[in-house]
C-alpha cells in the first residue's frame, strides 16, 4: 500500500517553544492532507483538512493561529505546535488521501510530541 | 452528527478462536463504515471499507465485516484468530462518498492467547 512518513517520530520540547511536524506522501500525490490528535487510550480526533495551495479547515475548537498548517506541495503538509504547552502533549497522526487511485486515506505512523 | 461505539477496549482470544470486534454506528444520512488496524510504532493500516456496495465486505488478512443497517452495526470478523493478529483495531464512520472526514472509535485493542 502507499507509504505515508512523518518526521520526527517524537520530539521534546520546553513550554514556550513551537514545533513543526512534516508529514509525506512518499508514492502519490495528495491534495488533501489530515491532521488528527490521539490522547492516551481514546481515538483519534481530526483537527484539520489540510488542502494544497490553500487554506486549512479546522475542526470546531481547534485553534487554527496555535497549530499552523502549511500544505505547500502535493505530497507535503506541515504542522506547526506554536508557543507549545504541556497540554499540548499528544500524539499527531497525519493522513494523507488518495483520491484519484483508492479513494483511501493512508496514515502516517504519527509523532509523540512532549512538552516540558 | 455522526458516531462510532465500540465496544469492549479490550478483547482477548485464543489462538485459533473466532475473532469479534463490535462497531455501532450513528449517522443521519447513509454511512460509509471502515476498519482500520494499528500495530505498534505503524500507521493505522486500512483493512476494509463498506460504500453501500454488498453488505458483507472481505479486508485483508481474512478479516471480514457485515453492514446490517436494521441494528446500526459493522462488526469485525475473522474464523480464526493468529498471534499476529494483536494490534489495536479502530472503526470510523463517515457521511461522504469520498474517504474522508472520517469520525473514529475509541478503538479496541486485540489480544491474542497462545
Not at chain 2, 484468530?81 to 463517515?94: I, Q, R
Amino acid at each position: 500500500g502507499a507509504v505515508v512518513s512523518q518526521h520526527p517520530s517524537w520530539v521534546i520540547c520546553k513550554s514556550g517553544t513551537s514545533v513543526k511536524i512534516e508529514c509525506r506522501s512518499l508514492d502519490f500525490q495528495a491534495t488533501t492532507m489530515f491532521w488528527y490528535r490521539q490522547f492516551p487510550k481514546q481515538s483519534l480526533m481530526l483537527m484539520a483538512t489540510s488542502n494544497e495551495g490553500s487554506k486549512a479547515t479546522y475542526e470546531q475548537g481547534v485553534e487554527k493561529d496555535k497549530f499552523l498548517i502549511n500544505h505547500a506541495s502535493l505530497t507535503l503538509s506541515t504542522l506547526t505546535v506554536t508557543s507549545a504547552h504541556p497540554e499540548d502533549s499528544s500524539f499527531y497522526i497525519c493522513s494523507a488521501w488518495d483520491v484519484v487511485s483508492t479513494d483511501t486515506q493512508y496514515f502516517g505512523p504519527g509523532t509523540r510530541l512532549t512538552v516540558l | 452528527a455522526q458516531s462510532v461505539t465500540q465496544l469492549g477496549s479490550h478483547v482477548s482470544v485464543s489462538e485459533g478462536a473466532l475473532v469479534l470486534l463490535r462497531c455501532n454506528y450513528s449517522s443521519s444520512v447513509p454511512p460509509y463504515l471502515f476498519w482500520y488496524v494499528q500495530y505498534p510504532n505503524q500507521g493505522l493500516q486500512l483493512l476494509l471499507k463498506y460504500t453501500s456496495a454488498a453488505t458483507l465486505v472481505k479486508g485483508i488478512n481474512g478479516f471480514e465485516a457485515e453492514f446490517k443497517k436494521s441494528e446500526t452495526s459493522f462488526h469485525l470478523t475473522k474464523p480464526s484468530a493468529h498471534m499476529s493478529d494483536a494490534a489495536e483495531y479502530f472503526c470510523a464512520v463517515s457521511d461522504r462518498p469520498g474517504n474522508e472526514k472520517l469520525t473514529f472509535g475509541t478503538g479496541t485493542r486485540l489480544t491474542i492467547i497462545p
